[in-house]
């Protein structure tokens, strides 16, 4: 006999999945970004990030991803990976974020980012001030949206990017921190 709960926990599923997600980066161009101070890791060992604090060494890049260990971010963060000497040569400090835990963070840190770049914990005041929480249906899910930025060392977004679509975040971040030097 088969029970109920082991028909409806996959049909439950795969309406989730099916349900419309909305992103959106609402920190316009030329607007000034929210100033924050998180933790995270860097190849398994944890630090202290502050945005100002970054911002006095240059251009930062704020990538936000829904959650470490999954396909589409696993992925962001493999590219990112090999972009990031391409970041640091361009002057620019990379940083993912997303509402994952400290101890989850260390292990993507090192297995998915390749300690190549940190991640660090978006809390829910920073999810908020850039507006990057990822609704379902209108609800908050707790996790956030696949938008990345490009803040310039005068603490203003120079670029606003949202699409759950890994494939361009690496090609448009870089290309617009590339165009603050000219």
């Known amino acids: ?15 989730a999945a099916l349900a419309p997600l909305s992103a959106h980066a609402e920190l316009a161009v030329g607007a000034a ?14 630090f202290s990030f502050h945005l100002a604090q970054a911002l006095k060494h240059g251009p930062v890049v704020l990538y936000f991803y829904p959650k470490a260990f999954t396909q589409g971010c696993t992925l962001e963060a493999h590219a990112f990976a090999e972009a990031a000497k391409d970041f640091h040569r361009a002057g620019a400090t990379l940083l993912g974020l997303s509402a994952d835990d400290l101890p989850t963070l260390k292990r993507f840190s090192t297995e998915e980012c390749r300690s190549a770049f940190p991640v660090a914990v978006a809390g829910r005041p920073v999810i908020a001030a850039y507006d990057v929480a990822l609704k379902r249906d209108g609800v908050d899910t707790g996790l956030t949206s696949r938008t990345s930025y490009v803040i310039t060392r005068e603490g203003r977004v120079a670029m606003a990017y949202a699409d759950m679509d890994w494939h361009e975040h690496v090609t448009r971040t870089l290309a617009a921190v590339r165009a603050l030097r000219h």
């Open 1 to 15: 006999m088969i029970r109920f709960s082991t028909l409806v926990r996959p049909l439950a599923l795969a309406a």
């Open 33 to 46: 970004a929210p100033d924050f101070a998180t933790q995270g890791a860097k190849g398994g060992s944890t």
